[in-house]
């Protein structure tokens, strides 16, 4: 922390003055230090949440002073964890639109190595707040220690690893202290964003499936629930639609076999119609002319097919061209006396402003008091905060962090009256996927790359931090796979689908409707099981997941060819992790093509859990078989 008190000295001198520890849920233990400094009414209380079961602890810090004006703080992290090891290994993850979470990893020298953003809204867009860090080591799957961390903000964020001259490792992450010197008025509580961080002995897989037990028991709205199928319109069709259109969809979602039927970008704004994505962001009425009889007609038109309906907003964006824009310029975040500079062709609203916030809250709100059955809200975000500037806040170096304070309190409103209503977390693409956000949501776009290869490679990495139950992945006709290929990715998370059905060759369909039924089965395994990586895509031809249920009696085991050379395939068999050695189970092969024939499901065999594990068994991935799903389950 660094500090200007009212009276302009810049020091700080905090000094211990007590500490408890008290049990706050079940094998959650919460220990608050508390500190201040003798000169000044000036204290910090150090919080930390240790979730023993699921080895995780949540880290952050509350400030408040009584000095007679405002002190202001001009970095404030949530934690500085202080590690001792020879040497540090740290995997951070970069990218942008479509291209999500590319790992790279550095062995760290001496001095400081920073992962920031400085975006606003889309922090992920370039690099997410997470992180693993191995020690002594570079990061192994099983092996080693490794500390996974991820900070619990969606705006500005500062990761700073510093070895110092005893060789010894700082981890600060934080607020972004960029542009943001934080003024304070006296006796208000200022809460850092918490750092979530796991330990693990087991490699990058034990520190995965740690933050996936916590994140689903007690982050992640409904973890431990259900999630709803769905198709999507948006690469169906895109800004073109009307209600026929529409209906007919909504027809074809219940033949797929989906929960739901969600309707994206597109539907509203009547002075400027929503017919691209140069107009009406704020105008968040039915389009007359596309939805004549509006949003409630479809949600019936959908039930009455026998499946829900959900819709796509943008809440925090205003178009230039917008009814809202022309009545209310100063809700809008940009410099005076500077051009306007888009992003999307959008600018952002100023959710500092507690009159904003009322708004983005009630065009929600009163969509779901119109439409009290709507089954799903898909939240976007797509612009960037350039040019921050607030007309109504007296402190514009606040505003970044006010902005994600007011989205937060908008979004913990909504929660707080629809706690169940499930809600997509998407930008654009995976440009906003941290536990800050997903306190509230219940799932995350992870790219709008959904080419099948590519999705292999985007889930992998995501698969480091967030659970499958919260990835939502769709079918399209992005990439050169195979349907096969494509569902088969898609299903290592929530499955949705965002193609049109009716251009689907007969087998396609019926390959399709049958994977819908299989997933039912077994979505409770890949939702609430264990998760492991067997196969790394980055180090062999095959990418090999595992999913193994509590009771170690199932397990649903996925693997692709992700390099098509000459020969390229499985040659040896893959071993597998979390069974139980002393159960017996048989290999069944699921999502087989129809038409094609699986060797593996005329294999009689059973297999002892140590054998699988040991020896291993190959899925026969090869140039000829792309991907191949294998259910294994115990026989009794
Ligand atoms: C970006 C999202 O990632 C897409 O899925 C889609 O909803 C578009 N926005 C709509 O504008």
């Given at each position: ?99 999500e979470m590319n790992p790279s990893e550095i062995q760290l020298t001496e001095g400081i ?524």
């Amino acid at each position: 922390m660094q500090v200007t008190h009212a009276d302009g000295n810049p020091s700080l001198d905090l000094h211990y003055v007590r500490h408890e520890s008290q049990s706050v849920g079940d094998g959650v233990v919460q220990t608050n230090v508390y500190l201040k400094d003798p000169q000044y009414p000036f204290e910090v209380t150090m919080h930390y949440k240790a979730y023993q079961k699921e080895d995780v602890i949540e880290q952050w810090a509350s400030i408040k002073h009584a000095e007679k004006k405002p002190i202001t703080m001009q970095k404030y992290a949530s934690a500085n964890l202080y590690i001792p090891a020879q040497t540090y290994y740290l995997t951070h993850f970069h990218g942008d639109w479509a291209n999500e979470m590319n790992p790279s990893e550095i062995q760290l020298t001496e001095g400081i190595k920073i992962l920031d953003t400085k975006l606003g809204t889309r922090a992920d867009l370039f690099q997410p707040p997470s992180f693993l860090l191995s020690l002594n080591q570079p990061a192994d799957e099983d092996r080693g220690e490794v500390i996974a961390g991820t900070l619990a903000w969606s705006g500005n964020y500062q990761l700073a690893f510093e070895v110092d001259p005893l060789h010894n490792l700082r981890i600060i992450p934080g607020i972004n202290p960029y542009a943001s010197a934080y003024s304070l008025a006296p006796n208000q509580e200022f809460t850092t964003p918490a750092f979530l961080f796991t330990y693990s002995t087991q490699g990058k897989g034990g520190a995965s499936r740690s933050l996936h037990r916590w994140a689903r028991k007690h982050r992640i709205p409904q973890g431990q629930g259900n999630r709803l199928t769905l198709l999507n319109n948006w690469e169906a069709t895109y800004f073109d639609f009307n209600e026929e259109k529409l209906s007919a969809l909504i027809k074809d979602g219940k033949k797929l076999g989906v929960d739901l039927f969600l309707l994206d970008d597109g539907w509203f704004g009547n002075k400027y119609p929503r017919n691209d994505d140069h107009t009406s962001l704020g105008d968040w009425q039915e389009n007359a002319k596309k939805l004549p009889h509006g949003l409630g007609y479809l949600v019936k038109e959908a039930e009455n097919t026998g499946i829900k309906f959900g819709i796509w907003l943008e809440p925090e964006m205003v178009s230039p061209k917008s009814e809202l824009y022309e009545k209310h310029p100063d809700w809008v975040i940009k410099l005076p006396n500077r051009q306007e500079y888009y992003f999307r062709n959008q600018l952002v609203l100023d959710l500092s402003n507690p009159k904003v916030q009322d708004f983005v809250y009630e065009v929600v709100n009163g969509i779901m008091t119109k439409n009290p059955t709507l089954g799903y809200i898909k939240w976007d975000c797509n612009a960037v905060i350039y040019n921050a500037y607030s007309a109504t806040n007296p402190n514009q170096s606040n505003l970044f962090v006010d902005y994600v304070q007011g989205l937060y309190k908008v979004v913990e409103r909504l929660r707080t009256k629809y706690p169940t209503l499930p809600m997509m977390l998407c930008s654009g693409g995976g440009g906003r996927v941290d536990y800050g956000a997903l306190r509230y949501f219940t799932e995350y776009w992870p790219s709008d790359n959904t080419d099948g290869l590519e999705r292999v490679f985007i889930q992998w990495n995501y698969s480091y931090f967030f659970p499958a139950i919260a990835s939502c992945n769709h079918v399209t006709d992005w990439g050169k796979q195979p349907i096969k290929f494509r569902t088969d990715v898609a299903m290592m998370g929530k499955l949705g689908y965002d193609i049109v059905v009716s251009k689907l060759s007969e087998t396609e369909l019926q390959f399709s409707q049958e994977a819908l039924k299989t997933y039912d089965r077994i979505k409770p395994t890949i939702w609430q099981g264990d998760q492991f990586r067997l196969s790394s895509p980055y180090a062999s031809d095959l990418a090999s997941i595992i999913y193994v249920n509590e009771k170690q009696d199932q397990a649903i085991w996925f693997s692709y060819l992700v390099k098509s050379r000459y020969k390229a395939g499985s040659v040896a068999p893959i071993k597998l992790k979390g069974l139980n050695p002393e159960k017996n189970y048989k290999i069944q092969e699921l999502n087989v093509y129809p038409g094609s024939r699986s060797d593996i499901n005329t294999n009689k065999a059973t297999y002892s859990g140590n054998y699988l594990m040991t020896i291993g068994f190959n899925p026969q991935v090869s140039t000829r078989r792309e991907s191949v799903v294998l259910e294994v389950s115990e026989v009794k």
